[in-house]
Structures are given as C-alpha cells and as structure tokens.
C-alpha cells in the first residue's frame, strides 16, 4: 500500500526483487510474475552442477550454499548473486553484467540492489567484512570473486 517512490527505492536497496504498489492492473502484475519467472531460468543450474571453491560449496538443485561444513541461509538474491560470482570466480563483473543474470534488465545507474546483496554476502562470508579478501570491489570495473581466499 506504500506507493511513494522514497518506500519502493527502500525496497529495492534492502533487496527486493521487484516492488509493486496498489491498485495493481492483473496484466500488469501477471507480467512482472512471468519476469520473474525467466530471471529464474536464467540463473537455475542442473542439479548436479556442484559449484566448490576452497571451503565454500553451493548447490544449486537444492538451493543450499555450506560455508565450512555449515548450511547457510542465504535470500533469493544473495544465492542466485553468488551462483553468479562463482561461476565467473576469478572474473571481474560489473554491475551491468550482475544486473543482466540477475534480472535480465540493463544497469539504469540507479539501481544499488547488487551494492547491497555484495554487502550482505561479505557480512556472511568475511571475517573482516571491510577487508572484503573474498568479495573483492575493482573500484569502477565491478566485483571479483577471489579463489584463493576461501580455504
């Protein structure tokens, strides 16, 4: 019921996927739920494709990321961003290129929802969260994914 543009920009930085406001047309809402839909399909593996680095395993058919033998509970967000970062671990990717898996949408320049779902990751994932050794920031080229730090 919040339909004012400072609630839905709040929304999307805390990490919503989408923000709809009422009234909503049907069309309109049965074709942000067939988005949706595809984002997952970009994003979805085969079952069996196992994703490891060092001591961090996600599973992509069970949706379950383990950190040092410990099930993490991770936000849609936050494990389809690292499936994307794992995959291209090594890689810097930019916002544009994480925003284009993520949701199938280009980088408008406003959108921060990656800045913080990587914010979010690193609180998990990081000893020193300021440090960020795992989660790397390639100040104006995008994120890196580090290989060697997460044994």
């Known amino acids: 019921a ?8 709040l929304g999307l930085e805390i990490g919503a996927d989408d923000y709809v ?4 047309e049907p069309r309109v809402l049965l074709a942000r739920i067939r988005t949706l839909l595809r ?27 383990w950190w040092r033998d410990q099930l993490v509970e991770l936000s849609s967000t ?11 671990a090594g890689e ?17 320049g406003v959108d921060r ?3 913080v779902a990587i914010s979010k990751l690193r609180r998990r994932f990081e000893e020193h969260p300021g440090e960020a050794r795992r989660i790397k920031t390639v100040w104006g080229k995008g994120y890196l994914l580090s290989r060697a730090e997460w044994d």
């Not at 919040?2 to 920009?9: A, E, I, M, R």
């Not at 406001?21 to 909503?24: A, I, L, R």
């Open 78 to 88: 936050e494990f389809n961003l690292l499936a994307i970062l794992m995959r291209h």
């Open 92 to 108: 810097v990717l930019s916002r544009d290129q994480l925003i284009q898996q993520l949701r199938g949408i280009e980088f408008n």
């Open 113 to 115: 929802s990656v800045d």
């Open 39 to 65: 984002r997952c399909q970009l994003v979805e593996a085969p079952a069996d494709d196992r994703l490891t680095i060092g001591q961090l395993q996600l599973l992509p058919g069970e949706r379950q990321v």
């Open 2 to 9: 919040l339909d004012d543009s400072h609630d839905q920009v």
């Open 21 to 24: 406001s009422k009234p909503c």
